[in-house]
């Protein structure tokens, strides 16, 4: 068994040969892909989907809720819920970030909880939406062989799906257990303003009300406010503006849609109000950011970095 510092050294070469490209880079298999960043990228905000993302080579810093999260070569990030934050980078030519990203699949997840049964999971104080958790032997071992594997496709067809398992099964064990067992359990709070955030995300573009978001959690409507503030750090309201506007410049980045079209398509009435809230976000009017994003990205999958990192 290799020791850390040779376990890296082999992890980051398998790295560079599995993203060459800067941006995204695709596998066989469907819920991973390998990022590659040779730049630094400013703090910018974002919105992440469930999953995992474990870094080789690099940095990054995550910021929600007055907190700070750390990914780096010796720390994972899983993220249990889809929550707005902002992110920044460190990374250069001569080290570029070099990361896999894992697209939870709650699927999974619910079936290895079925088998863990009643065995204890890590202890933590609650669940929360974002952990960023020691990179444990057990879990960097498990990485390592599945980097292997994905440098063969008749590996990665045979053992990909089994080695991804496994990996699932680490963090479940781990830290992010309590939260992951939390979001796909229904009848704790933390679970079900999971399901909230899961029908948001799913009819973003409708007028939604917040009332029957709450009647469907089974919780009052200042209940609700309460544990879903807890959950993203942000408001039912202000989660609904953002899911919508993360939304919108992914549609005007890689579907060349105007400002005007990009409002009407995620659910907003007036383009004015919407370039108003646009601007409040991102700091810039819509059309200056995406130009912004363009200069800065000249590869589309990894704008989706700067984006939303989304398996649609």
């Known amino acids: 068994m290799p020791d850390a510092t040779a376990r890296r050294t082999a992890m980051v070469a398998l790295m560079q040969a599995l993203a060459p490209c800067e941006g995204?880079?695709?596998t066989a298999l469907p819920d991973v892909r390998f990022l590659r960043c040779n730049r630094?990228?400013?703090?910018?905000?974002?919105?992440?989907?469930?999953g995992?993302?474990?870094?080789?080579?690099?940095?990054?810093?995550?910021?929600?809720?007055?907190?700070?999260?750390?990914?780096?070569?010796?720390?994972?990030?899983a993220v249990s819920v889809p929550v707005p934050f902002n992110m920044e980078t460190a990374a250069s030519e001569e080290e570029p970030l070099l990361a896999i990203y894992l697209r939870l699949d709650m699927t999974v997840a619910?079936?290895?909880?079925?088998?863990?049964?009643?065995?204890?999971?890590?202890?933590?104080?609650?669940?929360?939406?974002?952990?960023?958790?020691?990179?444990?032997?057990?879990?960097?071992?498990?990485?390592?062989?599945?980097?292997?594997t994905l440098g063969s496709a008749t590996d990665t067809r045979v053992l990909g799906a089994a080695q991804l398992r496994e990996i699932y099964y680490r963090v479940l064990s781990g830290a992010q257990g309590p939260a992951l067992r939390?979001?796909?359990?229904?009848?704790?709070?933390?679970?079900?303003i999971s399901a909230a955030l899961q029908t948001i995300h799913q009819r973003?573009?409708?007028?939604?009300?917040?009332q029957s978001?709450?009647?469907?959690?089974?919780?009052?409507?200042?209940?609700?406010?309460?544990?879903?503030?807890?959950?993203?750090?942000?408001?039912?309201?202000q989660y609904l503006k953002s899911t919508r506007l993360h939304r919108a410049r992914l549609l005007m980045l890689q579907k060349g849609v105007s400002a005007a079209q990009a409002s009407y398509q995620v659910g907003y009435e007036s383009p004015s109000h919407f370039g108003r809230e646009f601007k409040r976000l991102f700091g810039l009017p819509p059309q200056q950011e995406v130009e912004r994003l363009r200069a800065t990205f000249s590869y589309p999958l990894a704008a989706e970095e700067a984006v939303y990192v989304s398996s649609h």
């Open 24 to 26: 995204y880079n695709l």
């Open 40 to 50: 630094p990228l400013a703090r910018t905000p974002v919105l992440y989907e469930p």
């Open 52 to 77: 995992i993302v474990i870094v080789c080579q690099g940095s990054k810093r995550g910021f929600l809720g007055g907190r700070e999260y750390r990914y780096d070569a010796q720390h994972y990030l």
């Open 110 to 148: 619910a079936e290895l909880l079925l088998q863990l049964g009643d065995a204890p999971l890590h202890a933590a104080e609650a669940p929360a939406s974002m952990i960023s958790s020691p990179l444990d032997e057990p879990l960097a071992e498990a990485l390592l062989r599945l980097l292997k």
């Open 182 to 192: 939390a979001a796909i359990d229904n009848r704790e709070h933390f679970g079900r």
């Open 204 to 210: 973003y573009r409708e007028p939604l009300d917040i």
């Open 213 to 237: 978001l709450a009647a469907q959690a089974s919780m009052s409507a200042a209940t609700f406010h309460l544990h879903f503030k807890s959950v993203t750090a942000t408001t039912p309201i």
